[in-house]
């Protein structure tokens, strides 16, 4: 056994610090401009960013998509009706079903955490422009994500992480 870290390890770590990373964003977003609901962007950053280094960029973007199929479901249901257990039923069935048509089978999960951000409101907050500005919300968190995981696959390419960590 060659000395060295290994690789499953520099993985975690990275994996780490791109979601350290990203809380960051995502906080000092939710700390500048209070009067908006960042803290769904901070939930998205943290659903879409993936410790894997080589299928990272397409689990992102998988997640970024579901997220994005799952809030604008949300949205368009929210706007057709106010939320109840029975439009939150029909959805869920939705969102797995567009999200499968779609063949985003591994993130449909992400989709669904998106569509209830969007569809759920407290109830002094009744207003289709709340279930508006949560959607962008998510979007923005997702944006983040992909923007963190492209610059960490560019800095630290699966390959050379494995190599100086003295694996494969």
Known sequence: MKAGIKPERIRLALYAVKCVLGLCIGYALYKLFPQHQFYWSIISILLVLAPDGGDS????????????????????????????????????????????????????????VSLIIVMINEQQNNSWKIALERIGCVI?????????????????????GAQAAGGE
Request: with cysteine; glycine share 6%.
């Open 140 to 160: 923005a968190g997702c944006v983040i994500a992909m923007l963190i995981t492209l610059v960490f696959n560019l800095a630290f390419p699966a390959k050379a």
């Open 57 to 112: 960029n397409k689990l992102a973007f998988e997640r970024m998509a579901a997220n994005i199929l799952g809030s604008s479901i949300g949205l368009l249901l929210y706007l057709a009706h106010r939320p109840n257990l029975f439009l939150l039923c029909v959805g869920v069935v939705a969102t797995i079903a567009v999200g499968t048509a779609l063949k985003l089978n591994n993130a449909i999960r992400s989709a669904l």
